[in-house]
């Protein structure tokens, strides 16, 4: 492993490296695949695993045996999201999305892994959704905002995410078939938004459509949930419209053009 600049205080710089490398790998890594990455001493790296899982910045899977990053992490990571710009944009546009769809429940997320995790939520009259906080995070193939996240990845980073663990259903209409998923987000990317047809909550439907930063890299997905019993076609088109648009107005005030 290769450092741009040296290590000031050495074991702050390897935990910090730690969690990088295991938010960042396709695949939850193992304790052996950690040890070949930072070439630290096994003693070593043993302390600071245990240090990061006691203040929850890792969570270690007792049957896997692989790391995934903890809930202090996630929190951290959405108390920053809240104080940046970009958060306060995608904030204020959920709540827009909310108000112009008469009080339907908005959300926003981004991608972790194979789990969307939720960063803004405007709560409806009628609250049809499970998400329960901010950092609130759920396995991204049940979800609208889930699958329009993870339409933009390639074949490769799909299938390690994936293809090797078991899709979690949530209700009889989840898609649980991995080439099933992969053949709804080949269609969820052609179209630019994704149905989430009661797959997560029963008599809940959800809309999403991405959210794109100046670079045109797609950082996060905006939705809005409606009963499924006051589904019409007609407010159908009206959802996917106005979700579309409002996806596409705060890539734009990100810098999108």
């Given at each position: 492993?290769?450092?741009?600049?040296?290590?000031?205080?050495?074991?702050?710089?390897?935990?910090?490296?730690i969690?990088?490398?295991?938010?960042k790998?396709?695949?939850?890594?193992?304790f052996?695949?950690?040890l070949?990455?930072?070439?630290?001493?096994?003693?070593?790296?043993?302390?600071?695993?245990?240090?990061?899982?006691?203040?929850?910045?890792?969570?270690?899977?007792?049957?896997?045996?692989?790391?995934?990053p903890?809930l202090?992490?996630?929190?951290?990571?959405?108390?920053?999201?809240?104080?940046?710009?970009?958060?306060?944009?995608?904030?204020?546009?959920a709540?827009?999305?909310?108000d112009?769809l008469?009080?339907?429940?908005?959300?926003?997320a981004?991608?972790?892994?194979?789990?969307?995790v939720?960063?803004?939520k405007?709560?409806g009259?009628?609250?049809?959704?499970?998400?329960?906080n901010?950092?609130f995070?759920i396995?991204a193939?049940?979800?609208a905002v889930?699958?329009?996240?993870?339409?933009?990845?390639?074949?490769?980073?799909?299938?390690?995410?994936?293809?090797?663990?078991?899709?979690e259903?949530?209700?009889?209409?989840?898609?649980?078939?991995?080439?099933?998923?992969?053949?709804?987000?080949?269609?969820?990317?052609?179209?630019?938004?994704?149905?989430?047809?009661?797959?997560?909550?029963?008599?809940?439907?959800?809309?999403?459509?991405?959210i794109?930063?100046?670079?045109?890299?797609?950082?996060?997905?905006?939705s809005?949930?409606?009963?499924?019993?006051?589904?019409?076609?007609?407010?159908?088109?009206?959802?996917?419209?106005?979700?579309?648009?409002?996806?596409?107005?705060?890539?734009?005030?990100?810098?999108?053009?």
């Open positions: 492993m290769s450092k741009s600049k040296p290590a000031i205080v050495k074991s702050a710089s390897r935990a910090l490296d969690i990088e490398y295991v938010v790998n396709p695949k939850p890594p193992t052996s695949a950690i070949e990455y930072m070439d630290i001493p096994k003693s070593s790296l043993s302390y600071l695993l245990q240090d990061l899982q006691n203040r929850d910045y890792l969570q270690l899977d007792s049957e896997t045996r692989v790391y995934y903890g202090k992490l996630i929190q951290v990571s959405a108390a920053c999201m809240n104080n940046t710009n970009v958060s306060r944009e995608i904030w204020q546009g709540k827009m999305l909310s112009a008469g009080g339907e429940t908005a959300h926003a981004i991608l972790e892994g194979r789990y969307a939720y960063i803004a405007c709560q009259v009628k609250d049809l959704s499970v998400v329960t901010i950092g995070k396995p193939h049940s979800t889930g699958k329009v996240l993870l339409s933009s990845l390639s074949e490769e980073e799909l299938e390690a995410r994936l293809a090797n663990v078991e899709l259903r949530f209700t009889e209409k989840t898609i649980v078939s991995y080439q099933q998923i992969i053949e709804e987000l080949r269609k969820t990317a052609k179209q630019g938004y994704a149905i989430d047809n009661q797959e997560i909550i029963p008599g809940g439907v959800c809309v999403a459509a991405p794109y930063d100046k670079s045109h890299k797609m950082i996060a997905a905006i809005a949930t409606v009963p499924a019993m006051r589904l019409t076609d007609e407010l159908l088109q009206e959802l996917i419209r106005k979700v579309k648009e409002s996806g596409d107005t705060i890539s734009m005030r990100l810098g999108k053009v």
